[in-house]
Every structure is written in structure tokens, then in C-alpha cells.
């Protein structure tokens, strides 16, 4: 119950996407907007990740190296790669949608993920625009167990190996769009192993669901632990290629294909 009010809460975040009228951005009641390099797009504001931290997080160093940007402190590490579709700070993944992103010699990255790393909290109204409050300098845990990671990173290993970082938050989709569904238990754990109506997912049946995750995986895990989704509100999946058992396709309706595999709701 508790991470199905988390989600819902992360779903109410990630709607809250900035108008593409916002044309400022105050932080202590000045205005920035020029300052940060700040732009819009497709509704989201983004900003220079140097000037926006340098002010969330005064203490700390910004670097650039190995092709990512880089803010450290004492308690905090900050990377961000233009081109990946998040950015990672201490143990936390976020999810950046459109992607971090390079321009006039910047690396730009939406201001509430940056505010989101780093402590700060973002507020928008038609009166006042976008406002920036500056926190703790530092990312708060992560509102996720080491458990639900742990069984979300070896459903999602076992399940997509092969597939894109995109096809692996959509598996992880499917797990927490069942948590959040009346129709199935309402933890991870239990959504993973649920056999009301026989075993849900091959690897429970055939044990790799306890095989050691990739990399990848536990970065898809807490990327879609963190509110990241694909595949809208599908409930089932499977690769046609790999079934004789097309239950799914006959019963269920298609919502999109990613990789090899087919998403139902």
C-alpha cells in the first residue's frame, strides 16, 4: 500500500509539466530565467545543470569529464551524460523523458529533476511563473525499499535482458501498473509471485527470477521505482516469437510493441 501511494504521488509529479508560456524563473524573488540559459521543451523547462546547481548546491564542484558532467560534494555525486534519458545522483536514477541535453557549449537538464537531485523543490503559477526554492544541496533517499528494488532489478533482468533500456521500464511498467490494479496484489513481491490464476511470470516458474540482474536492469529498476514509464497502462506482455500461448493476444487489448516484446492492457 505504501509504494501504490508513492506511485500515485510520482504519476501527480510527472504531470506537472511547465507551460510553454513560462517565460521566468525566481529563485529568492530574482528573476533567472536569461541567467540559467533556461528554454522549453515540449512543455518542460530546462536549464544549464553548472548554474542551476552551482546556486541548489553552492559547496559543490562542477566538472566536466569523460564525456558527463559531474557536481560532487561531501554526500553528494552528480552525474549527467547529454544524449541518456537520466541522470544519476549518490543511489538515485532519474528518469529525463526527453533526455539530457547539450547546447552553446551547456549540458541542460528539466530544472524540477535537477531541483529533485539536489534538495530543491520547483513551483509554477500563471501569477508568479516558475520558482525555485533552494533545500539541502543534497538528494533525499529514495521513497522505494531495498527490497522492492531487489525483486523489481531480477523480474526486469529475467524477463528483458535483451531489450533496450526502454524495454526494460516497460516490463517494470507492467509490474507497477499491477500493484496500483485492483486486480492484482498490491506489492511487488506479491505481484511477482502471485499465482491466483497460475504463475504470472516464466522466470518465477523456471528460477532465473533469482539470477543475479545486469547492470542495466537495476538501473531500469529504480529509474521505474522513481516513476519512469513506457507502454501507457499495460497489464501483460510477451514475446510472440517465444509462446505457443497467445491467450494474451486473444483476450487482452494491444496497446504498442517495444523490442520483442507485446504490451496488453
Not at 509490474?175 to 486486480?183: C, D, I, M, P
Request: with cysteine; hydrophobic share 45%; charged share 15%.
Amino acid at each position: 500500500m505504501k509504494l501504490k501511494k508513492a506511485l500515485m504521488g510520482l504519476a501527480l509529479t510527472a504531470a506537472l509539466v511547465l507551460p510553454a508560456s513560462a517565460s521566468t524563473l525566481k529563485v529568492n524573488g530574482r528573476d533567472i530565467w536569461n541567467d540559467v540559459q533556461a528554454q522549453v521543451i515540449h512543455n518542460t523547462t530546462y536549464v544549464s545543470l553548472r548554474m542551476v546547481a552551482e546556486i541548489l548546491a553552492p559547496d559543490a564542484q562542477v566538472s566536466w569529464s569523460g564525456g558527463a558532467a559531474r557536481v560532487t560534494a561531501s554526500g553528494l555525486k552528480l552525474t549527467a551524460v547529454p544524449g541518456q534519458s537520466y541522470l544519476t545522483v549518490n543511489d538515485r536514477a532519474l528518469y529525463i523523458p526527453d533526455g539530457v541535453r547539450a547546447a552553446n557549449g551547456r549540458v541542460m537538464v528539466p530544472i524540477r529533476v535537477l531541483a529533485t537531485a539536489l534538495g530543491g523543490s520547483v513551483d509554477w503559477s500563471r501569477e508568479a511563473g516558475v520558482t525555485l526554492t533552494v533545500g539541502s544541496g543534497r538528494p533525499s533517499s529514495p521513497g522505494y525499499t531495498q527490497d522492492e528494488l531487489y525483486w523489481m532489478s531480477r523480474i526486469i533482468s529475467a524477463e528483458s535482458q535483451g531489450e533496450s533500456l526502454l524495454g526494460k521500464i516497460a516490463v517494470g511498467t507492467v509490474v507497477l501498473n499491477r500493484v496500483a490494479s485492483s486486480e492484482f496484489p498490491n506489492d511487488i513481491y506479491s505481484v511477482i509471485f502471485d499465482q491466483k490464476w497460475g504463475v504470472q511470470f516464466t522466470p518465477v516458474a523456471n528460477g532465473t527470477i533469482y539470477h543475479e540482474p545486469t547492470a542495466e536492469s537495476v538501473l531500469a529498476a529504480k529509474l521505474c521505482l522513481e516513476g519512469a514509464r513506457a507502454a501507457g497502462d499495460s497489464l501483460y506482455f510477451l514475446a510472440p516469437k517465444l509462446t505457443n500461448n497467445h491467450w494474451i493476444i486473444n483476450n487482452r487489448q494491444y496497446v504498442t510493441t517495444i523490442g520483442a516484446h507485446q504490451f496488453y492492457r
